[in-house]
């Protein structure tokens, strides 16, 4: 994973020597892909896995912008990998390079 260091149990996410400042939800979507790399999430799953609520018009756009965020905020240089891959109407995956 290069410079990309992650602690669940600090709550901690940094590439290279910056600390990632994140907040609950984004670390919650972060951790849940994460440590299950590979693997789509549907935006129901994050949902409900993140939220504990059930699926709605809403919250799909709710998914759309903390992981918007989450990447903005992973993207330390122009040349950073895209940790987190769009499975288009789908979901979300994390993607070890």
């Given amino acids: 994973m290069g410079d990309l260091y992650f ?3 600090q709550r901690l996410v940094c590439i290279g020597e910056q600390v990632i ?3 609950t939800k984004e670390f919650d979507i972060f951790a849940l892909l ?3 790399p590979k693997r789509v999430f549907t935006y129901e799953l994050i949902m409900e896995l993140v939220w504990n609520e059930d699926y709605s018009l809403y919250s799909r756009k709710a998914v759309n912008n903390r992981v ?3 990447r903005r905020k992973l993207k330390t240089t122009p040349d ?3 940790y987190i891959k ?3 109407g789908i979901g979300y995956k994390f993607e070890v390079f």
């Fill in 86 to 88: 769009s499975v288009i």
């Fill in 68 to 70: 918007s965020n989450l």
């Fill in 7 to 9: 602690c669940q149990e």
């Fill in 80 to 82: 950073s990998p895209d």
């Fill in 21 to 23: 400042k994140l907040t």
């Fill in 34 to 36: 994460i440590t299950h």
